[in-house]
């Protein structure tokens, strides 16, 4: 069974503080995605990345694919209470012949004013 | 949620009855993926279907569940006498294409299933 563990499951923070997300498998994927999900909607695509050693910075969130395509982490500078909101990492393991994605099991990410 | 639609988004049935879940994938992709988010757990992969085929639906229950993607019209996920296990958010994901390394999928806001 291929999993990706995400860590941490819970945090909460300070506005203004930086945070990392981490994904890790020990499994290659094709590519990893990372969505935001809130309450009573479906995840919403931040990013994808395809390329071990990817890095790419969307505002104030920056993402990295590890070099050997196994991990992955979401690193926030100076987070926000907009920021608030369930993370989620999502890979297509190499291995896999139709795409569906595999999703680690969310970072709940609470920014306090 | 870039145009992925599904209905209803709040469905309510009782133990026994059938419960179809619909999904229409944005203009132009031909790929359509189920997932299945329980209560406290992560989105889990179901079904993944082209139109008129089943590609792969190793994550479906063998018994009650089915899917089909007809030619014309939107994706169904039709779960027959269901469970109060059944109840669970259930999305919808299209994607253009698939080749490894392109795998963007794009999600629906969901149809949350509640079974009395």
């Known amino acids: 069974t291929q999993l990706l563990e995400q860590s941490p499951q819970f945090l909460s923070i300070q506005e203004g503080e930086n945070l990392t997300v981490y994904c890790n498998s020990s499994?290659?994927?094709?590519?990893l995605q990372w969505y935001r999900q809130e309450p009573g909607e479906g995840p919403v695509l931040l990013v994808t990345v395809v390329t071990g050693g990817e890095v790419k910075k969307l505002k104030r969130l920056t993402f990295q694919f590890g070099d050997a395509r196994k991990d992955s982490s979401l690193h926030i500078t100076a987070a926000q209470p907009g920021d608030t909101g369930l993370y989620l990492c999502a890979g297509a393991a190499e291995s896999s012949n139709t795409g569906k994605l595999i999703f680690g099991q969310g970072t709940t990410l609470q920014v306090k004013p | 949620n870039a145009g992925v639609m599904q209905n209803p988004r709040h469905l309510v049935r009782r133990r026994g009855q059938e419960a179809r879940l619909r999904c229409s994938p944005m203009k132009g992709h031909s790929h359509v993926y189920w997932y299945r988010q329980l209560p406290e757990e992560g989105l889990k992969f179901m079904v993944y279907l082209q139109k008129e085929n089943i590609i792969d639906e190793s994550g479906m229950p063998k018994e009650r569940f089915s899917a089909e993607f007809p030619k014309e019209g939107p994706s169904i996920l039709r779960i027959q006498q269901v469970v109060r296990g059944d109840s669970a958010a259930y999305f919808c994901a299209s994607q253009s294409t698939w080749s490894s390394g392109s795998d963007t999928q794009y999600f629906g806001p969901g149809t949350r299933l509640t079974v009395l």
């Open positions: 499994s290659v994927f094709s590519s």
